[in-house]
């Protein structure tokens, strides 16, 4: 049984899953223990005070990572997690999307509640099928165009056009597309 220690309290991993949300964590290097986990596959560090994403070089064979509720402002030292499949950055305060190129075996990308001004940097990511960027600030479509793969898009909420929405195909209620298709054909043709 594997354990890591943060603040004087043990947490044990569990599947090699390792669950450390709510616990007021600003940075990742104070959790003691976590470099050795080398065969750890999820990481849940939801809810807490994250600034900066680091410290996850030896953790290689992670596929999930969540960091959702936090206060990163850039994505970036995630480049050594090649397995990642997923990846939760909700509600923090990333302003550009960068630092993914790396991950291409993300299929699953959730960046809403964010500060996001513009669709870039998933040119890489051909095998994303889920991508969120409900809640941002994004004002047109594109930047989706090698999202080949790509079979729920969360959109709503942000500065788009309804006539562009429309012409995309539209979006259900809770900011679904209802054709994530349609909106990677419209960013080929545009």
């Known amino acids: 049984m594997q354990f ?41 560090l939801f809810n807490n005070k994250i600034s900066e994403i680091r410290d996850l070089d030896n953790l290689a064979n992670l596929e999930k990572l969540n960091l959702y509720g936090s206060k990163i402002k850039e994505i970036k030292n995630l480049y050594p997690l090649t397995k990642l499949d997923t990846l939760f950055l909700s509600e923090n305060k990333i302003e550009e999307i960068k630092g993914l190129s790396e991950l291409k075996k993300l299929q699953n990308l959730s960046l809403e509640d964010n500060q996001i001004s513009e669709i870039k940097g998933l040119e890489r990511l051909i095998e994303l099928r889920k991508l969120n960027l409900f809640g941002n600030n994004i004002s047109e479509i594109k930047g989706l165009e090698n999202l080949i793969n790509l079979i729920e898009l969360r959109i709503g909420n942000n500065l788009i056009p309804h006539e562009v929405l429309e012409n995309c195909g539209g979006i259900n209620s809770n900011g679904y597309a209802n054709n994530p298709k349609l909106f990677v054909k419209f960013c080929i043709k545009n």
């Open 4 to 44: 890591i220690t943060y603040q004087g309290q043990k947490f044990e991993v569990s599947d090699n899953a390792l669950i450390l949300g709510n616990q007021g964590i600003e940075e990742i290097l104070k959790i003691i223990g976590l470099k050795e986990l080398l065969n750890l596959k999820a990481l849940f």
